[in-house]
Protein backbone atom coordinates (compact mmCIF):
# COMPACT_ATOMS: atom_id res chain seq x y z
CA UNK A 1 0.00 0.00 0.00
CA UNK A 2 1.50 3.46 -1.09
CA UNK A 3 1.82 5.52 2.09
CA UNK A 4 2.46 9.38 1.13
CA UNK A 5 3.25 12.41 3.11
CA UNK A 6 2.13 15.78 1.69
CA UNK A 7 4.70 17.78 4.22
CA UNK A 8 6.62 21.08 4.01
CA UNK A 9 9.98 21.15 6.29
CA UNK A 10 9.36 23.89 8.40
CA UNK A 11 5.94 22.35 8.90
CA UNK A 12 5.33 21.73 12.84
CA UNK A 13 2.39 19.92 12.03
CA UNK A 14 4.24 17.33 9.51
CA UNK A 15 6.85 17.59 11.57
CA UNK A 16 4.63 15.44 13.91
CA UNK A 17 3.83 12.84 11.54
CA UNK A 18 7.15 12.79 10.32
CA UNK A 19 8.32 11.44 14.14
CA UNK A 20 5.34 9.60 14.31
CA UNK A 21 5.48 7.80 11.43
CA UNK A 22 9.51 7.01 11.71
CA UNK A 23 8.87 5.94 15.49
CA UNK A 24 6.36 3.30 14.17
CA UNK A 25 8.89 1.95 11.77
CA UNK A 26 6.55 3.16 8.58
CA UNK A 27 7.67 3.42 5.13
CA UNK A 28 6.41 6.67 3.97
CA UNK A 29 7.41 8.98 0.79
CA UNK A 30 7.51 13.13 1.36
CA UNK A 31 5.36 14.82 -1.30
CA UNK A 32 6.82 18.77 -0.86
CA UNK A 33 4.43 21.42 -0.58
CA UNK A 34 6.37 24.53 -0.44
CA UNK A 35 4.26 26.74 1.80
CA UNK A 36 5.95 30.44 0.68
CA UNK A 37 6.82 29.70 -2.93
CA UNK A 38 4.75 31.92 -5.80
CA UNK A 39 2.15 32.71 -3.04
CA UNK A 40 2.34 28.96 -1.74
CA UNK A 41 1.40 25.69 -3.51
CA UNK A 42 -1.22 24.63 -1.08
CA UNK A 43 -2.95 27.68 -2.31
CA UNK A 44 -2.95 25.80 -6.19
CA UNK A 45 -6.12 24.22 -7.37
CA UNK A 46 -4.34 20.76 -8.11
CA UNK A 47 -3.93 20.35 -4.21
CA UNK A 48 -6.81 22.24 -2.94
CA UNK A 49 -8.65 18.77 -4.68
CA UNK A 50 -6.75 17.04 -2.17
CA UNK A 51 -7.12 18.83 0.94
CA UNK A 52 -9.64 21.88 0.81
CA UNK A 53 -8.22 22.96 3.85
CA UNK A 54 -5.18 24.03 1.99
CA UNK A 55 -2.82 22.90 4.98
CA UNK A 56 0.01 20.50 5.41
CA UNK A 57 0.19 17.65 6.43
CA UNK A 58 -2.16 15.65 4.10
CA UNK A 59 -1.73 11.69 4.51
CA UNK A 60 -2.88 9.86 1.77
CA UNK A 61 -2.69 5.39 2.48
CA UNK A 62 -4.01 3.67 -0.45
CA UNK A 63 -7.45 5.13 -1.07
CA UNK A 64 -7.70 6.79 2.34
CA UNK A 65 -6.68 10.58 2.63
CA UNK A 66 -6.37 12.22 6.31
CA UNK A 67 -5.76 15.52 7.61
CA UNK A 68 -4.70 16.97 10.70
CA UNK A 69 -1.65 15.99 12.45
CA UNK A 70 -3.04 14.35 15.68
CA UNK A 71 -5.87 12.32 13.54
CA UNK A 72 -3.01 11.42 11.74
CA UNK A 73 -1.23 10.48 14.14
CA UNK A 74 -3.97 8.83 16.63
CA UNK A 75 -4.80 6.61 13.03
CA UNK A 76 -1.20 5.31 13.11
CA UNK A 77 -1.69 4.35 16.67
CA UNK A 78 -4.87 1.91 15.81
CA UNK A 79 -3.50 0.64 12.87
CA UNK A 80 -0.28 -0.70 14.48
CA UNK A 81 -0.20 -0.82 18.51
CA UNK A 82 3.64 -1.38 18.57
CA UNK A 83 5.88 0.56 19.48
CA UNK A 84 2.83 2.79 21.78
CA UNK A 85 2.53 6.35 21.28
CA UNK A 86 0.29 6.36 24.16
CA UNK A 87 -0.02 5.04 27.53
CA UNK A 88 -1.71 1.99 28.64
CA UNK A 89 -4.38 3.55 31.22
CA UNK A 90 -7.33 5.84 30.27
CA UNK A 91 -6.44 8.36 32.54
CA UNK A 92 -2.77 8.54 31.36
CA UNK A 93 -3.43 8.39 27.67
CA UNK A 94 -5.95 11.35 28.62
CA UNK A 95 -3.27 13.22 30.52
CA UNK A 96 -0.87 12.47 27.44
CA UNK A 97 -3.51 14.01 24.74
CA UNK A 98 -4.17 17.41 27.12
CA UNK A 99 -1.09 18.46 27.14
CA UNK A 100 -0.34 17.28 23.56
CA UNK A 101 -3.05 19.49 22.32
CA UNK A 102 -1.40 22.08 24.93
CA UNK A 103 1.05 22.04 22.21
CA UNK A 104 -0.34 21.06 18.79
CA UNK A 105 -3.42 23.66 19.44
CA UNK A 106 -2.94 26.16 22.01
CA UNK A 107 1.01 26.74 21.31
CA UNK A 108 1.41 26.49 17.79
CA UNK A 109 -1.50 27.61 16.23
CA UNK A 110 -0.42 31.64 17.12
CA UNK A 111 3.22 30.94 15.53
CA UNK A 112 1.97 29.41 12.52
CA UNK A 113 3.44 30.57 9.95
CA UNK A 114 0.32 31.93 7.94
CA UNK A 115 -0.82 33.81 11.15
CA UNK A 116 2.89 35.51 10.95
CA UNK A 117 2.45 36.30 7.58
CA UNK A 118 -0.98 37.84 8.39
CA UNK A 119 0.35 40.29 10.66
CA UNK A 120 3.16 41.30 8.61
CA UNK A 121 0.96 41.37 5.32
CA UNK A 122 -2.16 42.31 5.95
CA UNK A 123 -2.19 44.19 9.05
CA UNK A 124 0.91 45.95 8.78
CA UNK A 125 2.90 44.90 11.93
CA UNK A 126 6.60 45.57 11.85
CA UNK A 127 8.97 42.56 12.22
CA UNK A 128 9.90 43.93 15.48
CA UNK A 129 5.88 43.78 16.74
CA UNK A 130 5.71 39.92 14.88
CA UNK A 131 8.49 39.05 17.14
CA UNK A 132 6.99 40.64 20.55
CA UNK A 133 3.73 38.70 19.67
CA UNK A 134 5.52 35.67 18.76
CA UNK A 135 7.79 35.77 21.97
CA UNK A 136 4.83 36.17 24.54
CA UNK A 137 2.44 33.17 22.93
CA UNK A 138 5.70 30.95 23.12
CA UNK A 139 6.47 32.20 26.88
CA UNK A 140 2.89 31.84 27.84
CA UNK A 141 2.27 28.42 26.67
CA UNK A 142 6.04 27.02 27.39
CA UNK A 143 6.14 28.37 30.88
CA UNK A 144 2.78 26.52 32.08
CA UNK A 145 3.88 23.16 30.02
CA UNK A 146 6.88 23.39 32.14
CA UNK A 147 5.36 23.45 35.56
CA UNK A 148 3.05 20.86 34.42
CA UNK A 149 5.92 18.44 33.29
CA UNK A 150 8.11 19.57 36.20
CA UNK A 151 5.26 18.32 39.09
CA UNK A 152 4.43 15.21 37.23
CA UNK A 153 5.88 12.04 38.55
CA UNK A 154 4.68 10.30 34.79
CA UNK A 155 7.92 12.49 33.27
CA UNK A 156 11.06 10.00 32.84
CA UNK A 157 13.33 9.96 30.12
CA UNK A 158 10.74 11.49 28.36
CA UNK A 159 7.66 13.38 28.88
CA UNK A 160 5.85 9.93 29.66
CA UNK A 161 8.15 7.46 31.06
CA UNK A 162 11.48 6.29 29.61
CA UNK A 163 9.77 5.52 25.88
CA UNK A 164 8.64 8.48 23.23
CA UNK A 165 5.15 9.29 22.75
CA UNK A 166 2.74 11.15 21.91
CA UNK A 167 3.75 14.63 24.20
CA UNK A 168 7.43 14.46 23.03
CA UNK A 169 6.25 13.89 19.17
CA UNK A 170 4.61 17.72 19.85
CA UNK A 171 7.31 19.09 22.16
CA UNK A 172 10.27 18.72 19.44
CA UNK A 173 8.54 20.61 16.88
CA UNK A 174 7.29 23.62 19.26
CA UNK A 175 11.05 23.66 20.65
CA UNK A 176 12.44 23.74 16.68
CA UNK A 177 9.88 26.97 16.37
CA UNK A 178 11.17 28.37 19.66
CA UNK A 179 14.68 28.03 19.14
CA UNK A 180 14.06 29.51 15.36
CA UNK A 181 12.53 32.59 16.48
CA UNK A 182 15.40 32.71 19.27
CA UNK A 183 13.27 32.91 22.41
CA UNK A 184 15.22 32.52 25.57
CA UNK A 185 15.04 28.67 26.69
CA UNK A 186 16.65 29.19 30.45
CA UNK A 187 12.95 29.20 32.02
CA UNK A 188 12.58 25.56 30.73
CA UNK A 189 15.24 23.04 31.48
CA UNK A 190 12.60 20.36 32.06
CA UNK A 191 11.20 20.88 28.18
CA UNK A 192 15.34 20.94 27.05
CA UNK A 193 15.71 17.73 28.83
CA UNK A 194 13.06 16.28 27.10
CA UNK A 195 13.96 17.54 23.59
CA UNK A 196 18.23 16.54 23.64
CA UNK A 197 16.62 13.15 24.87
CA UNK A 198 14.50 13.23 21.83
CA UNK A 199 16.84 14.32 19.49
CA UNK A 200 19.28 11.50 20.34
CA UNK A 201 16.99 9.29 18.32
CA UNK A 202 17.15 8.69 14.95
CA UNK A 203 13.56 8.40 14.83
CA UNK A 204 13.37 12.30 15.33
CA UNK A 205 16.49 13.26 13.92
CA UNK A 206 15.72 11.86 10.42
CA UNK A 207 12.52 13.93 10.45
CA UNK A 208 14.20 16.87 11.60
CA UNK A 209 14.39 20.19 9.28
CA UNK A 210 17.48 19.62 7.59
CA UNK A 211 16.85 16.21 7.02
CA UNK A 212 13.77 16.68 4.40
CA UNK A 213 14.36 16.55 0.90
CA UNK A 214 13.28 20.18 -0.08
CA UNK A 215 14.60 21.39 3.56
CA UNK A 216 16.06 25.03 2.39
CA UNK A 217 19.97 24.95 4.06
CA UNK A 218 21.59 23.61 7.12
CA UNK A 219 20.01 23.38 10.52
CA UNK A 220 20.37 26.83 11.90
CA UNK A 221 19.45 25.66 14.97
CA UNK A 222 22.08 24.57 17.72
CA UNK A 223 20.46 22.66 20.81
CA UNK A 224 20.90 24.12 24.02
CA UNK A 225 22.01 21.77 26.91
CA UNK A 226 19.98 21.45 30.40
Not at 42 to 56: C, D, F, G, M, P
Not at 87 to 97: F, L
Request: charged share 20%.
Amino acid sequence: MNTQLYSFWRSSAAFRVRIALNLKGMDYEVIPVHLLRDGGEQRTTEYAEKNSNRLVPLFTNGAHTIHQSLAIIEYLEEIQATPPLLPHTAIDRAWVRAVAMDIAIEIHPMNNLRVLRYLIKTLGVSAEAKDIWNHHWMNLGLTSLEKQLSADPRVGRFAYGDQPGLIDICLVPQIFNALSAKLDMKAYPTLIKIFNECMKLPTFIDASWEKQIDAEGSNPLTPPQE
